[in-house]
Every structure is written in structure tokens, then in C-alpha cells.
């Protein structure tokens, strides 16, 4: 709030700055005047005596006597008639409003909760303009102080609420780590108790294939094949637990790739041959990777199988493709087709999910627990890998997946102690 430099603006002090100027102008303006006057009117007074006591004779100091008289006489009139001029009279002081002014900016630095002295002086007007606006300041901060206060309250309030369900946070999840370290304990206690005798049973039923004939081959074939899938259908749920919880490990080896297709195929002819699918491989000779064996394995039983499981009476083949040139290093594709029952979009899309299959009716015609390609898309991204589906309705499935030649290590938890995860010849 700048002041104007004028004379009848009130500075900080309530004074004004050209007071003394302005009315001793108004005085020497007037002495100034009366002096012009005075020695006009006595110098008019002189001539004229001087030149009628001249005009009629009289002597020199005479007339010099006459003009002085004469000049004095018009002096006094020019002074009594300046005297006459209107005067101003300087205006009373202004009134001391800088207590109040300064009481009102206080108040709205929040230096002070009163608002200006009801005994100011000071134009009504004025003075009411500043308590109004004192009054109206002081309302304005304590609605500003009480929301600030209740904003305070709430935030506190908040802070508790968050801090509580931090704790109930914190709670549940060392709950569920614990009963997820519960589950992994029971599920691999588990898978060992059933496999130990499902391997024993595979076991006792190859010896009999060996040296029976028919009409108990076709029998111990089925016998064979439900304990080699009640196997993988237990080692799979586990290996869906470990991924889950992330406690697994990534072990690369070097692995001949040709080698461990034809194991696997070996390990699924069983599943071709039930239902009449004719089994193909083309992978180039002396291909070495260096991938986590028990994981690639994992992927590549569960891939032919369902391959297998889901044709009849077609093909299934395996093909394996190098590309030294990919972008971040070479890579392998092993790509599993079939000429089986297809699937839609929809379903590839929950192919990956956990428990899901193609046909959720409860007529289905395939069985299967829907955790195999869940499984292999958990191993498959371990080792920094790709897996994707193409397929139509009726017109077959072609699985694709792409690994780095070399994988890096991770370093979890280990597996359990039962080792490999399929059982493979």
C-alpha cells in the first residue's frame, strides 16, 4: 500500500509530508505581495508629490519632503490593502490513525487477536472500515486455524488407520509365507510318499510286459500308462507350488538337446501309441545347450504329452531350429505340432492359467488336471524364454518355445530332494 506524495496524503506517522512548505508558501506569497505594494504605491506617492510641488514652484526640499510624505502614505495603503487579501488558514492536523493501521496489519500477520482500539481517533467512517475489516480478518483466520486443525485430526487419524492395516499387512503375509512353507513341506512330503510306490508299480509292471503275452499286455500297457500320469500330474502340482512361491533355482548344464528329445519321446510313446499317434523328431545332430536340465525336460514332456493326449490317430512331431543371430544372443526353437483337436482363441488364452482345460464340461472326452502348461510357461520365462500357441479348431496346435542357448543362474531355494521332476527313461 504505497502512498501518493501529495499534500494531503497521510504518511505512516499521520503527518503530512508538505505541510510546513505548503503553508509558509500561502505566508511569504502574501509578505511578498504587501512589499510589491507597498513600495509601488510609495514610489507613485513620491512622483506624484514631487511633480505638483514642482508644477506650482515650490522649492527642492519641499517637494522631495511632499513626495516622501506621499510615498509613506501610499505604502501604508498598499499594505492595508494586502492586508485585505483572503488567507488560508492550514487545515487541523490529521488524525493519529497509525496506532490502528498498525494494530490491523498485526493482525493480519497473526502477530495479534484484537482487533484496532475502540478509542482511535479518526473520521467514523474510517475507523469503522478498519474494525469491519479487522473483525473480518480475525473470523477468516480462525476458520482457517480450525480447518487446519481438523485437516491435522484427520491426518493423524489416517496415519493411524494406515499404520494399522500395515501391521494386519505385515501379519498376513508372514501367515501365509508360513502356511505356503506348510504346503511346500506337505506337497513334497507328498509327491515323494506317491511316487515311490507309482515308480514301483511302473517298475513291476515293465517286468511283467517282459514275460507275459496276451491277453494281459493290453491290461498292463493301461496299468503302466495311468501310473506314468498320476506320476507327472504329482510332480507337476509340485513343480506349480515351487514356481508360485518363487523358491526354485536355475541350474544350467550343458545338455545334448537331440539326446534328451528322444528320451522324452520314449517316455510318451506309451501315450502315442494309446492313441495311435505316430511320433517325429527333427533336431540338428550335436546341438548343445546349456539350460536347467530338470526344467527343459519338465517342458518337453508336458508339451509332447498334451500333444499326444489331445490327437488321435495323426501326428506328432518335434522340430528344433537354431538362430545364432537373434537379438540378445543365440537361441533355440523347439516347436511341438500335432494335428489333433485345435483350440480357439479364448482357449489359448486361459491355456496358461492353472487348472483350466480346453473343455471345462463335465463330459470331456480328455482327461487331465490343466496345470502342464501352466508349469511350462513358469519354467520357460526362468530361463529367460518364450512360449507361445498357434492353433485353430480342428485343424491342430503348434507350440512354440524359444530359449537363449546359454542361460543365466538364479539362485533361490532349492528343489526338493526328488529329482527329475518327469519320469523319463
Not at 508558501?25 to 507597498?38: D, F, K, P, T, Y
Not at 522649492?59 to 492595508?80: H, K, M
Not at 527343459?296 to 504329452?305: E, K
Amino acid at each position: 500500500m504505497g502512498a501518493e506524495h501529495n499534500p494531503s496524503s497521510p504518511d505512516a506517522k499521520g503527518t503530512r509530508p508538505h505541510e510546513g512548505e505548503g503553508y509558509g508558501w500561502w505566508v511569504r506569497s502574501v509578505l511578498l505581495i504587501a512589499a510589491v505594494l507597498g513600495a509601488s504605491g510609495a514610489l507613485l506617492g513620491g512622483l506624484g508629490a514631487a511633480a505638483v510641488l514642482a508644477w506650482i514652484g515650490a522649492p527642492t526640499w519641499g517637494w522631495l519632503l511632499g513626495g516622501a510624505v506621499a510615498g509613506v502614505g501610499g505604502g501604508l495603503a498598499g499594505v492595508a490593502g494586502t492586508a485585505a487579501l483572503p488567507v488560508p488558514k492550514p487545515p487541523p492536523p490529521p488524525p493519529p490513525l497509525a496506532p490502528a493501521l498498525a494494530e490491523l496489519r498485526a493482525l493480519a500477520d497473526g502477530e495479534s487477536t484484537m482487533p484496532p482500539h475502540e478509542g482511535e481517533e479518526g473520521p467514523p467512517e474510517l475507523m469503522s472500515a478498519i474494525r469491519d475489516t479487522a473483525t473480518a480478518i480475525r473470523q477468516k483466520r480462525s476458520r482457517l486455524e480450525r480447518q487446519h486443525l481438523d485437516a491435522t485430526v484427520d491426518l493423524e487419524q489416517a496415519q493411524a488407520r494406515v499404520a494399522k492395516l500395515e501391521s494386519a499387512l505385515a501379519s498376513s503375509r508372514q501367515q501365509y509365507r508360513e502356511s505356503l512353507s506348510v504346503q511346500e513341506a506337505f506337497l513334497s512330503r507328498m509327491s515323494h510318499e506317491l511316487r515311490t510306490p507309482l515308480n514301483a508299480i511302473s517298475g513291476y509292471v515293465e517286468m511283467l510286459l517282459e514275460e507275459v503275452e496276451e491277453p494281459f499286455v493290453d491290461d498292463l500297457r493301461r496299468i503302466r500308462l495311468a501310473s506314468l500320469n498320476l506320476t507327472a500330474l504329482v510332480t507337476s502340482v509340485l513343480d506349480l507350488t515351487e514356481l508360485q512361491s518363487g523358491s526354485y533355482a536355475v541350474r544350467p548344464e550343458p545338455i545334448a538337446l537331440a539326446e534328451l528329445i528322444r528320451s522324452v519321446v520314449d517316455s510318451t510313446q506309451i501315450t502315442a501309441d494309446n492313441q495311435r499317434n505316430r511320433l517325429e523328431v527333427e533336431v540338428p545332430a550335436n546341438l548343445l545347450v546349456v539350460l536347467d536340465k530338470r526344467m527343459l525336460q519338465s517342458v518337453l514332456f508336458n508339451l509332447v504329452s498334451n500333444a499326444c493326449k489331445y490327437t488321435v490317430g495323426g501326428v506328432v512331431r518335434v522340430v528344433v531350429t537354431q538362430d545364432p543371430e537373434a537379438e540378445g544372443g543365440p537361441r533355440v526353437s523347439i516347436r511341438i505340432e500335432d494335428t489333433g483337436i485345435g483350440m480357439t482363441e479364448r482357449q489359448i488364452e486361459a491355456a496358461f492359467r492353472p487348472f483350466t482345460q480346453a473343455d471345462e464340461t463335465s463330459t470331456r472326452r480328455y482327461d487331465g488336471s490343466g496345470v502342464g502348461l501352466a508349469v511350462v510357461k513358469g519354467f520357460v520365462e526362468s530361463m529367460d524364454g518364450t512360449v507361445a500357441i498357434d492353433s485353430e479348431p480342428g485343424k491342430g496346435a503348434r507350440v512354440t518355445v524359444s530359449l537363449p542357448v546359454e542361460a543365466e543362474a538364479r539362485s533361490e531355494d532349492p528343489f526338493g530332494e526328488d529329482e527329475p521332476t518327469m519320469l523319463v527313461r
